[in-house]
């Protein structure tokens, strides 16, 4: 499996993912052959929804629990 970042453009009423040029060359990707592409979320995207949503629940700072924890641990 060969992991790359793409871009996705529009092309006409459709969108389309560029492939670097080492990717089709090591692969040997042809015009017209069917591939498997496998789509992932921007794991930063997903850590921002997770974490930012945790914020407003959160009743200590960070540096805060930081803090406690040092106490605790020494």
Known sequence: MTLI??????????????IPSETI???KIKE???IKIIIL?????????????LKSKLKKSSQQMKD???RDLY
Not at 41 to 53: A, M, N, P, Y
């Open 25 to 27: 060359l090591t692969k």
């Open 41 to 53: 979320e921007d794991s930063r995207k997903v850590l921002e929804e997770t974490f930012g949503s």
């Open 68 to 70: 406690e924890a040092r």
């Open 5 to 18: 970042d793409a871009k996705v453009k529009r092309w006409g009423n459709s969108f389309g993912i560029i």
């Open 32 to 34: 017209n052959q069917n």
